[in-house]
Nanobody, 124 residues
């Protein structure tokens, strides 16, 4: 079982910055994609940014040029640097990781894990 632990959320004024971190732990054979999603009250969860094992990234249009996703493969950690924050960025942010765990009985076992969520609030 692979667990994800997020940190770095909080309250910030519009125009400010926050950096989210998400560390994966457990029996990890490999992590393919890691990403950040967010869910605002009354809205569906949406993909904010994702990064593949090779480093390719993609962003939702509303955060392009303001947010940067990165990962440290040695630490199984993904980051989201959020600059020029806007009130509409207010949401609970969740990280996700997909890859393979491992057991000697079953070999490689695909997983898709979610973090517990961290609140980001941007005041106007």
């Amino acid at each position: 079982q692979v667990q994800l632990v997020e940190s770095g959320g909080g309250l910030v004024q519009a125009g400010g910055s926050l950096r989210l971190s998400c560390a994966a732990s457990g029996i990890i054979f490999s992590i393919n994609a890691m990403g950040w999603y967010r869910q605002a009250p009354g809205k569906q969860r949406e993909l904010v940014a994702a990064i593949a094992n090779g480093g390719s990234t993609n962003y939702t249009d509303s955060v392009k040029g303001r947010f940067t996703i990165s990962r440290d493969n040695a630490k199984n950690t993904v980051y989201l640097q959020m600059n020029s924050l806007k009130p509409e960025d207010t949401a609970v942010y969740y990280c996700n990781a997909e890859g393979d765990s491992f057991s000697y009985r079953s070999g490689r076992i695909p997983f898709s894990s979610w973090g517990q969520g961290t609140q980001v609030t941007v005041s106007s």
